[in-house]
């Protein structure tokens, strides 16, 4: 499969919530060009890793995904627990963990989880569009910073527990 279609699907996977964060909630447009990059350059690498450690199981990569994700959270962005306690910290970690192993999943025919994953996005997509209907307020806010991250968790749950029966170990 390569290295550069997974980074572009799973970099355009996470800039799906940025879009959501920045349009809907923040009205911050500018940080998208910047988080594109970082998303870039970190997917690119993780992609990279995974195909020079293809043995490692998924867990392994989620973990490491997570991990990786909190770290610049909490000492580039200011997300930490300490910095900003009000930032939903299992939301963030679901998150980083997911999306850069589902830009694999999500080009992978062979994958069962594919369809289900494909649906799910789609699904959400149309969730969050409805808070562009919601007038500029805290509801709207809350619509963008939470319906849209609920698929993350959602995907890492699936990721651990839906078949894989059939699909090849990702390279």
């Known amino acids: 499969m390569g290295v550069i279609w997974p980074t572009l699907v799973s970099t355009g996977l996470a800039m799906w ?14 940080i998208l060009a910047g988080a594109t990059a970082v998303y870039l350059v970190w997917n690119g690498l993780f ?3 995974r195909r020079a450690l293809p043995r490692l199981p998924e867990l392994s990569w989620l973990i490491f995904a997570g991990l990786v994700g909190f770290a610049f959270e909490w000492f580039a962005v200011g997300n930490s627990p300490w910095g900003n306690p009000d930032a939903l910290q299992s939301g963030m970690f ?7 192993l589902w830009g694999a999943i999500l080009l992978n025919r062979s994958d069962r989880r594919r369809i289900t994953g494909l649906w799910l996005v789609a699904a959400f ?3 969050g569009l409805v808070g562009f209907l919601l007038p500029v307020g805290e509801w709207r806010t809350g619509w963008f910073l939470f319906v849209p991250l609920a698929l993350f968790p959602i995907l890492l749950v699936y990721t651990l527990i839906g078949p894989k029966t059939g699909a090849p170990p990702l390279r």
């Open 17 to 30: 919530l940025e879009a959501f964060y920045r349009f809907g909630a923040t009205w911050a447009p500018e």
């Open 125 to 127: 997509t149309l969730l």
């Open 47 to 49: 992609h990279w890793l």
């Open 94 to 100: 679901a998150f980083h963990a997911v999306y850069p």
